[in-house]
Every structure is written in structure tokens, then in C-alpha cells.
């Protein structure tokens, strides 16, 4: 990883934030508590999967423990808080029956929420393949950003974002299966050199039932590849001609009857006989030369 990624990875979402940005605080630099239903889910959270076993699992250490690193908010105008970080908390503080979680409090337009929001998945590692590929994309489409300017934003290198991006031409029961975390973005990378999504679909139960390797799985498609193109080869391939030898022989035979030269060529089903002359003198001489009707 260049120097440049890792230091936007290895730095906190604070220093992604400026200070200027910084809204209600307590004054001794601890987090605020707030009611927890005050606190209200991104409507474009980046991550939309989450486990529920590890919510059950992070629930339990809570009721313990108590939520040891507190909630990015922003204030929604509402005498509510729009949530930018920390969704897997405060859905397991939900069942752990909190009434009250620790939040960091930050002044944050749409963008920059969502911005902070992937950021903070990525350095956590918790979106799946197809998450983080959605968040790229309408961080393009969206907020106008290009693949260049956004490796930068992310600390991602710009092929990380090309190839996550091309697993949005995936079909649709393929990215279910990445959601799922039956197929990996190595997998699905490997599916996408070839455009047959029938042969994709196919490959991908391969994948699933028998375990198949990112290298076996390049393999496959290239076999597959190669075979098409060897048959395309073979339909393109000028047929033989059974009837050439015979043909030469007519030719030959005409030409000599005439005393002209005649070509002779398939088409169709049936012949065509050419009998080329220069001009209407020679034209004359050859219809002389033709047995004349009964």
C-alpha cells in the first residue's frame, strides 16, 4: 500500500473531520449520552448486511460492558440525530435495552456524512464486497467524483475501485451470492472476464457446491473462451468444395466446345456459367459458333 493509502487508513475518523466542524460537546472532552431512540439510522447507510448472530454476540458484551467507543451523529434539525458511524452498535445497544448511548456530535452536510460513513466501514472492514461497490458508485454518480479523486478520498488504489465497481455488471443472483458470503469478489472477478451470465451462473454454483479456486475458476473460463473462439473459427472456415475436381472438368470441357473461356462457380444450390467477352464483335462470334434451335 502506498504511503499516501496508509495514512488515510491508519488515521482516525477524526482526522478526516476538520475540528471547526466540531458541534455540542461535553465540556471535559467525553462523549455526550443521548436517548437512544433520539438517534436515527442513515436512510443511504453504505452497509445494509449485518449479521445477526455478531449483533446477538456484540449485545451481550454490551450489557456488560457498556458501548466502549461512542456514535458519530450529526444533528438532523429535528431535535433528533442522523447516525454517521456505528450502526452495529447502536442496533445491538437496541437489543441489549439500552436507553441511552455515548455520541460524538459533528456538523456534517449529506456528503460529507456519507463520505465519513465509508470511510469509517472500510478502516472497520465491514461492508462486503458489493456494499463497498454501491458506496463507490454513488460517490461517482452522485458527488461527481472521479476513480482518481476518489482513491484518494478512500486510501484505496484506483484498481481496487475499477474492479469493485465492475461487480455491479454482475447478474443479479450472482451479487446476491457475494452478499451472502458464498461467492468472494476474487470469484466474482474471475466470472466477469467472460459476458456469457449463463455460463456465469453456472460456474458460480460450481463455486458454492464444490469449493472451487479463485485459480481453477480463471482456468474454467478461459477453457470456456478458448473453445468459442475455436468454433467461431471453424464456422468462419471456408468449406471444402466435393465438386471442384468435376467443375474443372465442365470448364474445361465448355471452354474447349466454344472455343472461349468459360468460368464455372457454385451458388446456392445450383451454377452459374460466365462466358466473358470484350465486346459485341466477340459477342456475335460466340453466338455464331452456338448450335442453332431446331
Not at 452459374?272 to 453466338?287: G, H, T
Request: glycine content about 6%; charged content about 30%.
Amino acid at each position: 500500500m502506498s504511503s499516501i493509502h496508509a495514512s488515510v487508513l491508519g488515521r482516525g475518523l477524526g482526522s478526516l473531520i476538520p475540528a471547526s466542524k466540531t458541534a455540542v460537546a461535553a465540556k471535559d472532552g467525553t462523549p455526550l449520552f443521548v436517548a437512544i431512540d433520539k438517534v436515527k439510522p442513515m436512510v443511504d447507510q453504505p452497509r445494509q448486511h449485518f449479521d445477526d448472530r455478531a449483533l446477538r454476540q456484540l449485545a451481550l458484551s454490551i450489557r456488560e460492558q457498556g458501548v466502549l467507543q461512542p456514535l458519530l451523529v450529526t444533528p438532523d434539525g429535528n431535535g433528533t440525530y442522523a447516525l454517521i458511524a456505528g450502526e452495529r452498535r447502536l442496533r445491538a445497544s437496541e437489543l441489549a435495552g439500552l436507553t441511552e448511548v455515548p455520541v460524538v456530535v459533528r456538523q456534517l452536510g449529506p456528503t460529507e456524512s456519507f463520505e465519513v460513513a465509508l470511510i469509517e466501514n472500510i478502516q472497520r472492514q465491514d461492508l462486503n464486497p458489493l456494499e463497498e461497490a454501491f458506496a463507490y458508485e454513488r460517490l461517482i454518480s452522485e458527488h461527481g467524483y472521479t476513480q482518481d479523486a476518489l482513491s484518494k478520498r478512500v486510501g484505496k488504489d484506483r484498481s481496487t475501485i475499477t474492479n469493485a465497481l465492475r461487480l455491479l455488471k454482475l447478474p443479479a443472483e450472482l451479487r446476491a451470492m457475494i452478499v451472502q458470503g458464498s461467492l468472494s469478489a476474487g470469484h466474482a472477478r474471475a466470472l466477469l472476464s467472460t459476458e456469457d451470465e449463463a455460463f456465469q451462473v453456472e460456474l458460480a454454483a460450481r463455486i458454492e457446491a464444490e469449493g472451487l479456486s479463485v485459480r481453477t475458476c480463471e482456468k474454467l473460463v478461459q477453457e470456456r473462451k478458448d473453445a468459442k473462439k475455436k468454433k467461431q473459427k471453424e464456422k468462419e472456415k471456408p468449406q471444402s468444395d466435393p465438386f471442384a475436381a468435376e467443375r474443372a472438368k465442365w470448364t474445361s470441357a465448355f471452354s474447349a466446345a466454344l472455343g472461349q473461356q468459360v468460368a464455372i462457380r457454385a451458388k446456392g444450390d445450383g451454377l452459374v456459367v460466365s462466358i466473358p467477352v470484350k465486346d459485341e464483335k466477340e459477342l456475335a462470334a460466340l453466338l455464331a459458333r452456338l448450335p442453332k434451335a431446331a
